[in-house]
């Protein structure tokens, strides 16, 4: 056997470290942190992808309907040439560039610092599609945008409240970690729209109303507060806003929220003491909270409710589950259209100055840039002309992406770095072909704000390259200052420098361990981080969603994850152990629903909404009356809603739907 190389793994937010044979490709699973010897099968199959005989082989250029190969000195010249030119004409905000949660800390970094030099914030990533609510809540109440404890302290915890969140199917190997905390007598108590798989661990299962979280946590805050079972030396010292709080949550009796909700008025108050009394809680949540139109207000109710008990440092913690291996490390290089790196806000003039003084000029765009669910709108109406997409697929992962392969069909330039033909790529006037994760060295950011160092296991295929490499050249090829890096490494030093506490650390020192925290493995726990060192309990209102059923349309139409499948598809439908694993996907739906439609289990349905239809089998199975369940590795986001939140997420999780059989 030959030594064997430390990768992250390339899919989900939880940050799994590989052990990957060079030879044979073979994965097994790191012994450390922070997955312990443990993987679930997107992580052990996660090489067959990289050895897809799909992958893009050189440089393409379009040539009428045609992709004709040309040389990446040609190809980065002539991108370079056609950014500048759309720049003299249209000014820089007409361009504007998606980075990705895939690639590495130091590729999100050098693609934003391209943006940004260039003359424009409009710099944005798939974040804005998950958990820009997250970011956005936790900004407003704790005064920092991300997980606030490591997974570590999970299983201390007494109680763990996991809300609109499925780990058993999206992050399985934190499951251990819940699991952990149930074998020590911690109450599992999991709200969702649907019986999931992680309601099979749960000691309380609450199924609501889609749509209804607000009206749920607002109640048990009723209780909390009526009770007098909250903090109140916490409250009174580490807090404002209680006495708004108490009056917002009043009219949220369990009696009301049991007619909004649907789970019994009994069973709220029960849960409520439960977690209460635990003493100490986790609150974990994923894209049911966050897809929703009113997706900052759930969120900020689940932080409330948190708050309210003392629930944070060594007694709780707040835990946005990421959804991507890198989600957490492209936010925090900055590869948001609002925030510089650290999430630090643009009109922080200090910092900004110090950013650019590093980067060598004067100053940076000071004007928050176009949202990536703001784009479309920008194409359509002429505003921005030019697009360069390193590893997304927005023409499958937006939300109405019919209209998004409109708007892509009219950009004067669209370039796209990436490993296969994806659907977006299909409408590139360039596409450039990148290296796989295990191709090249780099740095990555888990959900819990670990960096950890993944090693190259084997050379590029064919004539790709890094990405980090491919943005190096542009840069030059830009004239920008600034990119004449020898190594990657020299990237991860550079950014390094911008972070207080990374700044006495080495890349040595990253590489040779289980990773460092930025900034440090519990946030807040003797203040926090808004400018008082105060949390802001903020009140909020059930939002009702932007389409509801009707006679027309009388389904509810929701979007879930997989445990086989990634995004958009593109990697794992390329690895056969995983195409084999989950089969045919299905639309779930209701037993008493499909016998109304004289619908079987396995038949083939035609699923609407007023954006389009999809065909495909049918489920018969655990679902609520009126519930369609579509994962959204397929083409599911042809049908969902593009309605937007105030972090800028559209509302994949509620849509107005109906079905009929084939
Ligand atoms: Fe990879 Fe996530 Fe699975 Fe771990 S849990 S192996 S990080 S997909």
Wanted: glycine share 8%; aromatic share 8%; proline share 5%.
């Amino acid at each position: 056997m030959s030594e064997l190389k430390t990768v992250v793994c390339p899919y989900c937010g939880f940050g799994c470290r590989l052990l990957v044979d060079p030879r044979s490709m073979r994965v097994s699973p790191h012994k450390g942190a922070p997955n312990y010897g443990k993987l679930c099968p997107k992580g052990l199959h996660a090489t067959e992808f990289v050895l897809s005989g799909d992958r893009l082989k050189r440089p393409l250029k379009r040539d009428g309907n045609r992709m004709k190969a040309i040389s990446w000195g040609q190809a980065i010249e002539e991108v370079a040439q056609k950014l500048l030119e759309i720049r003299e004409l249209y000014g820089p905000d007409a361009v504007a560039f998606l980075a990705s949660s895939k690639v590495s800390n130091e590729e999100n970094y050098l693609l934003q610092k391209i943006a940004r030099l260039f003359g424009t914030n409009n710099i944005d990533n798939c974040a804005r599609l998950c958990h820009e609510a997250s970011v956005h809540a936790l900004k407003m109440t704790v005064g920092a945008g991300a997980q606030t404890n490591p997974y570590e302290d999970i299983p201390n915890f007494n109680a763990v409240l996991i809300w609109g969140y499925n780990p058993a199917e999206t992050h399985p190997v934190v499951m251990d970690y819940i699991l952990r905390a149930k074998r020590r007598g911690a109450k599992i108590i999991v709200v969702d729209i649907r019986e999931t798989r992680t309601m099979a661990f749960a000691d309380y299962k609450l199924v609501i109303r889609p749509g209804t979280d607000i009206a749920l946590a607002n109640a048990m805050m009723h209780v909390i507060i009526k009770e007098e079972l909250y903090d109140e030396e916490f409250i009174a010292s580490r807090t404002v806003g209680f006495s708004e709080l108490r009056m917002a949550t009043k009219k949220y009796t369990p009696k009301y929220a049991e007619r909004v909700t649907g789970v019994p008025a009994g069973t709220i108050e029960e849960v409520a003491r439960t977690f209460a009394l635990a003493g100490s809680g986790a609150v974990m949540w994923g894209m049911g909270l966050t897809q929703h139109v009113g997706g900052v207000e759930n969120v900020l109710a689940v932080i409330d409710l948190a708050l309210l008990l003392g629930y944070i440092g060594e007694r709780g913690g707040l835990y946005p589950m990421r959804g991507q291996n890198n989600v957490q490390g492209a936010a925090y290089m900055g590869a948001l259209s609002e925030f510089l790196p650290g999430y630090i806000p643009l009109t922080d003039e200090r910092f900004r100055k110090r950013v650019a003084s590093l980067w060598g000029v004067d100053d940076l765009p000071t004007e928050r840039g176009l949202y990536l669910t703001e784009l479309w709108d920008a194409i359509e109406d002429g505003t921005v002309k030019g697009l360069y997409v390193v590893g997304e697929n927005p023409a499958v992962s937006e939300a109405d992406f019919t209209r998004v392969r409109g708007a892509l069909r009219k950009l004067d330039l669209l370039v796209v770095q990436d490993l296969f033909m994806t659907r977006t790529a299909r409408y590139a006037h360039y596409i450039l072909p990148a290296s796989a994760f295990c191709e090249k060295e780099g740095s990555y950011m888990n959900s819990e704000r670990r960096i950890q160092w993944s090693h190259r296991v084997c050379e590029p295929v064919h004539d790709s390259k890094p990405d980090w490499e491919i943005l190096m050249m542009l840069g030059k090829a830009l004239g920008l200052p600034g990119f004449d890096y020898r190594s990657v490494e020299e990237v991860t030093a550079e950014y390094f420098r911008l972070f207080p506490s990374l700044e006495e650390r080495s890349v040595e020192e990253l590489k040779n361990s289980d990773g460092i925290f930025l900034p440090r493995k519990r946030l807040h726990t003797w203040e926090f981080s808004t400018p008082d060192g105060k949390a802001r309990l903020v009140a909020v209102e059930q939002v009702a969603p932007w389409e509801k059923p009707d006679a027309e349309y009388p389904f509810i139409l929701t979007t879930v994850r997989l445990i086989s499948h990634y995004n958009t598809g593109e990697m794992t439908l390329r690895s056969p152990s995983l195409v084999r694993l989950m089969g045919e996907p299905r639309v779930l739906m209701n037993e008493g629903d499909a016998e109304k439609l004289g619908i079987a289990d396995g038949d083939w349905v035609e699923i609407e909404t007023r954006r389009g239809r999809i065909r495909m089998r049918a489920k018969v199975g655990k679902a609520p009356k009126g519930l369609l369940v579509l994962p959204f590795h397929f083409k599911a986001n042809k049908l969902t809603s593009d309605a937007l939140n105030k972090a800028g997420t559209p509302e994949f999780k509620f849509s107005a739907a109906r079905l009929r059989k084939l």
